[in-house]
């Protein structure tokens, strides 16, 4: 199709020389959910060369007030967001090369593909990922873009491997109990506004334009008008295990990963955190119950009622999903929960 | 004097989107055990913070006149 790219083309900082670079590029991207589905159509409409989408979850009813890749007729098919990802950039641009695979993002899938990776966008739901990122990122020299939204509060940064700070840098651990959209709910104009940081920096990273690279960690409310870009010049960390001196890539490592059990003959999945938690129980089941779900608890543990699952959470981050067999399953519901 | 800054669900557990404390000479660790027991957030451990909307570290101090912001690392995506 003619013309098809001529107004980014117009655009001087891309140009035809750098429309060329775009077309050229292979982007990454972890997690076709809101931010998934927004940064896949923004680079499918912006010609990038290959596009691989990971995703373990389908389409949902409750997905179709900001998840814009998806209809009605996907939630019926109970479509995996992959497949029906696929099938909506294809329509948008055939030129394009997605590669859509259905499946829970871990270090052996992502190892195996990331060699021909030249960028990685964040699009996942928690930060046991994000950490798996940020380290993968930097053994294999892979920029990435953080984004994060709940509610009316976004946030992003861009993370290049030998020139700015990790995410490691800034966290130091994983925040457990993060507010997540299905704990603090998540309006559009939010999702909108993360999607526009991450993919104006990703296309600034495939044309290779370093210096227009934001070096500042964002963080907005859209609905309380607040805007807060944050310098990061002194936040990277000497000794830091993912980017520092000697970088032992700790999220690489299985044991700092979520364990998933069947419990057999129980029709029920164990989930352990990689660390003990020290969860406020009380403060998550006031969480649960605002957004309708029937919680019950005591000091010790709290069992919610799912749709089709019975989840009973431990003080120290464990959790029993009833009611499944299925390991991916299971840890996206207790990810959608715990962050 | 201070301002202190509220981002995401620590502005709806404060109250307020900012406040204004008189904390210079303390460190951040300190400025985070002071207001967890002031308001009641239940941990601060893992939330950013930015003097004068530079990322700092806890052990940094905070100076007169210095405007702090806390902010929560959200995961839903």
Redesign the interface.
């Given at each position: 199709m003619q013309d098809r790219y001529s107004r980014q083309e117009l655009f001087p900082p891309i140009g035809k020389e750098g429309q060329a670079k775009i077309r050229a590029k292979h982007v990454l991207l972890i997690g076709a959910g809101a931010l998934g589905s927004g940064n896949a159509e923004v680079l499918t409409r912006a010609g990038v060369g290959k596009l691989t989408i990971i995703d373990r979850d389908y389409v949902e009813a409750s997905n179709l007030q900001r998840q814009q890749l998806y209809t009605e007729e996907d939630v019926i098919e109970k479509l995996p967001k992959a497949a029906a990802a696929f099938k909506r950039l294809r329509a948008i641009d055939s030129s394009v090369d997605i590669r859509p695979i259905i499946g829970d993002a871990n270090v052996e899938m992502l190892e195996e593909l990331i060699n021909e990776i030249d960028l990685i966008i964040d699009a996942t739901d928690n930060f046991e990922t994000r950490m798996m990122i940020n380290d993968l990122s930097q053994k294999y020299k892979i920029p990435w873009i953080y984004g994060a939204c709940v509610g009316s509060f976004g946030m992003s940064f861009t993370i290049i491997p030998g020139k700015t700070p990790c995410l490691n840098c800034l966290l130091q651990s994983i925040p457990i109990q993060g507010m997540t959209c299905d704990t603090g709910g998540i309006i559009g104009p939010t999702v909108q506004m993360v999607i526009a940081h991450q993919s104006a920096e990703a296309l600034k990273i495939l044309v290779e334009d370093w210096e227009a690279v934001r070096a500042s960690f964002v963080s907005f409310d859209v609905w309380r008008n607040q805007y807060n870009s944050m310098k990061m010049s002194r936040a990277k960390k000497q000794h830091c295990l993912s980017c520092g001196e000697q970088p032992t890539y700790p999220y690489l490592e299985l044991e700092n990963q979520t364990k998933t059990t069947v419990l057999c003959g129980r029709d029920t999945v164990q989930i352990r955190p990689p660390k003990q938690q020290n969860l406020v129980l009380s403060e998550l089941a006031e969480q649960l119950k605002r957004l309708g779900y029937e919680v019950k608890g005591n000091p010790y543990l709290l069992s919610v009622e799912w749709p089709e699952n019975r989840i009973v959470i431990f003080q120290d981050g464990r959790a029993l999903i009833h009611g499944t067999k299925d390991l991916t399953q299971a840890k996206t519901i207790y990810q959608k929960i715990l962050g | 004097m201070n301002k202190i800054?509220f981002?995401?669900?620590l502005?709806d557990v404060a109250g307020s989107?900012s406040i204004e404390m008189q904390v210079d000479g303390k460190t951040v660790a300190e400025l985070k055990e002071e207001i967890m027991t002031k308001f009641g957030f239940?941990?601060l451990?893992?939330v950013?913070t930015?003097i004068n909307?530079?990322?700092?570290?806890d052990d940094d101090i905070i100076q007169e006149g210095d405007t702090i912001?806390f902010?929560?690392?959200?995961?839903?995506?």
């Open positions: - | 800054l981002f995401a669900h502005r989107e239940q941990k451990d893992t950013m930015a909307e530079e990322f700092t570290s912001a902010i929560p690392p959200v995961s839903g995506g």
